[in-house]
């Protein structure tokens, strides 16, 4: 369940930075690069799951296999989609699950349910004791003592903004900006830069220069030239011309593109 709550917190930011027509599972673009978003991957399986739950895990069970037998090696247009899905499920069970406003609408659907988890809150709780200085409980614990997934939870329930000092401690106690975890190391660089937390910045550039990734690099560099510190634009100007060799020429673009538009 905690996985299910970090693919819905991406999928918002996700919702967030896109323009509404490019929210929808069904797209119509040119580019195919444009179409490997979150929207894809987190909204699709949540249409999925939606569909799970509505009508029982034997029941989509069978409709999967039936599905994947009838088109295997084949390519499908959403409407061949639908038109199975239609068929094969929701007139034989006379369902009135509404397929349009999880394909065709922008977001999510008025039925969706927001994912939650008990260890969720007990991670917030954690954060929010962290923000303050209240070290106690986290002394105890060593990073390996949670998963990647928990640690993700806990740097994303701080604070838009984290008193430096605070976040020092934090990675004293834990080192994740130099932890060797890019979805760790990208999350905390995110809320060092949001907080004037400079110490990050030779572990950061270290990270900006081997690793090429749009999924880690493009919303470091948002943050940075969208950052209320004046210093993080020349800095990350001075970042990106030494890596721009290293990026992939879409990646470049799009970094190029980033740093532009400031």
């Given at each position: 369940e905690l996985l299910r709550v970090i693919e819905y917190q991406e999928l918002l930011l996700t919702l967030k930075d896109l323009p509404k027509e490019e929210t929808t599972l069904k797209l119509d673009i040119e580019d195919p690069e444009n179409a490997g978003t979150d929207v894809a991957y987190f909204k699709g399986a949540f249409f999925l799951r939606a569909l799970e739950k509505e009508f029982g895990r034997k029941t989509f069970d069978h409709f999967l296999k039936g599905y994947f037998k009838e088109f295997s090696f084949s390519t499908l247009r959403t409407e061949d989609f639908i038109d199975y899905l239609v068929v094969n499920l929701l007139e034989p069970k006379k369902s009135s699950f509404n397929i349009d406003e999880w394909i065709y609408a922008p977001g999510l659907p008025s039925s969706f349910e927001v994912p939650t988890s008990t260890r969720m809150d007990k991670l917030e709780k954690m954060a929010e004791d962290a923000s303050n200085g209240k070290?106690?409980?986290?002394?105890?614990?060593?990073?390996?003592?949670?998963?990647?997934?928990?640690?993700?939870?806990?740097?994303?329930?701080?604070?838009?903004?984290?008193?430096?000092?605070?976040?020092?401690?934090?990675?004293?106690?834990?080192?994740?900006?130099?932890?060797?975890?890019?979805?760790?190391?990208?999350?905390?660089?995110?809320?060092?830069?949001?907080?004037?937390?400079?110490?990050?910045?030779?572990?950061?550039?270290?990270?900006?220069?081997?690793?090429?990734?749009?999924?880690?690099?493009?919303?470091?560099?948002?943050?940075?030239?969208?950052?209320?510190?004046?210093?993080?634009?020349?800095?990350?100007?001075?970042?990106?011309?030494?890596?721009?060799?290293?990026?992939?020429?879409?990646?470049?673009?799009?970094?190029?593109?980033?740093?532009?538009?400031?």
């Open positions: 070290m106690d409980k986290l002394r105890k614990l060593k990073r390996e003592d949670m998963t990647t997934q928990e640690w993700m939870i806990f740097i994303r329930s701080l604070p838009e903004y984290t008193e430096p000092k605070y976040l020092q401690k934090l990675d004293y106690q834990f080192n994740f900006k130099a932890c060797g975890n890019a979805e760790l190391m990208t999350e905390w660089f995110r809320v060092g830069i949001r907080s004037g937390y400079t110490n990050i910045r030779p572990s950061m550039k270290q990270f900006l220069t081997k690793v090429g990734r749009g999924k880690f690099i493009f919303p470091l560099y948002k943050d940075l030239m969208g950052s209320k510190y004046p210093s993080d634009q020349q800095w990350i100007q001075g970042v990106f011309e030494q890596a721009m060799h290293e990026y992939h020429p879409i990646s470049r673009k799009g970094l190029e593109e980033i740093l532009k538009n400031k």
